[in-house]
């Protein structure tokens, strides 16, 4: 097992954001505009990236509450219902009349890279006074978790109820868009892949995956000057790097090998990461911890087909980092 941190009792997560139904069909490799290929199997699944947050680390053992939209259509009920199994609280997730739940269509190759297109569809009605709404579930939150499929107000009105409440604010620039630095200031751990990074750092170019970790100093010392002491930057099946700007770190970069994994979809693998990262910094890990344990949740996750459904358990990530 991979313990609580002693003395310290695992805190709520809230997950405020998407849900989606993913419509994903798989294909041996991904269309070319204009071209038209014969699929290989599809699936309806539950999906969305908050919602794919919220199971993974529910999966782990973290008490998460939802906070979002959906349709009052069976795409709904499904998502709900995969949420509920997953132990996670979805009294914050509103059921929205005459409006369709959000969906993503989904293309997957035979290597397992995708591509992916969203309609927001009932995530679009998620406002502000949603998330004052919901504030009982943010009072004593240990890490409040967001990204960017919903709209931007909604995302700053949540990392202010979880700055509010002492939590750590887990920010995904996750489909990325230029944010207000009212909005990166807010948050205490910033998640995104290479290409993310280089553009909220204005072009700044990323290390490549095999560089020193000297080579991410520059890079921490960006995120700093923006406001962000601290950030994961995942380099898919390259593993990740923490960055730790905070005063008096030992060490200010961390490298995170990859869990080799034969990879079949890896749909959801960054929020599988996400979902983990909270639920053990919720736990008390350190950033470092918590990242390891999620990088190979997030390996797990792309073992299998769909999103939520291939999330892994607590006793799977535990039972690889026992043999690393």
């Known amino acids: 097992m991979n313990p609580q941190t002693p003395g310290i009792e695992p805190g709520r997560i809230v997950v405020v954001g998407s849900l989606n139904a993913d419509l994903t069909i798989y294909t041996q490799r991904l269309p070319q505009p204009g071209e038209t290929l ?47 199994a997953a132990g996670v609280d979805t009294t914050g997730v509103n059921q929205v009349p005459g409006v369709e ?73 996750s489909p990325y868009a230029p944010v207000a630095p009212g909005l990166a200031s807010l948050a205490d751990v910033l998640l995104v892949n290479a290409h993310e990074a280089s553009q909220f750092l204005d072009g700044e170019k990323i290390p490549a995956p095999d560089a020193p970790t000297s080579d991410w100093e520059p890079v921490l010392d960006h995120f700093v000057a923006r406001g962000l002491e601290s950030a994961v930057v995942t380099l898919g099946s390259q593993g990740s790097v923490v960055l730790d700007g905070r005063p008096g770190s030992e060490r200010r970069v961390f490298r995170i090998a990859p869990t080799k994994v034969d990879a079949i979809d890896t749909t959801g693998a960054g929020d599988a990461f996400t979902g983990a990262l909270a639920a053990r910094l919720a736990a008390g890990d350190s950033l470092y911890t918590a990242a390891a344990f999620a990088s190979v949740s997030a390996a797990l996750a792309t073992t299998r087909k769909g999103t939520q459904a291939a999330y892994p358990g607590e006793a799977a990530v535990d039972s690889v980092l026992a043999s690393m």
Do not use: W, Y
Not at 101 to 110: E, H, L, Q, R, Y
Not at 157 to 165: L, M, N, R, S, V
């Open 38 to 84: 014969h699929g290989e199997g599809f699936t309806v699944n539950p999906g969305g990236k908050s919602a794919n947050q919220a199971v993974a680390a529910g999966k782990l053992g973290g008490q998460v509450s939802l906070v979002g939209a959906v349709g009052q259509d069976s795409n709904g009920e499904m998502l709900l219902a995969s949420c509920t």
């Open 101 to 173: 739940t959000g969906v993503a269509v989904v293309s997957v190759d035979a290597a397992g890279e995708n591509t992916i297109i969203i309609s927001a569809g009932a995530n679009g009605t998620l406002r502000p006074a949603d998330v004052t709404a919901a504030q009982a579930a943010f009072d004593g939150s240990a890490v409040v978790c967001l990204c960017l499929e919903v709209g931007l107000d909604t995302v700053q009105a949540a990392a202010q109820a979880g700055h509010d409440a002492g939590a750590t604010v887990l920010l995904n620039l």
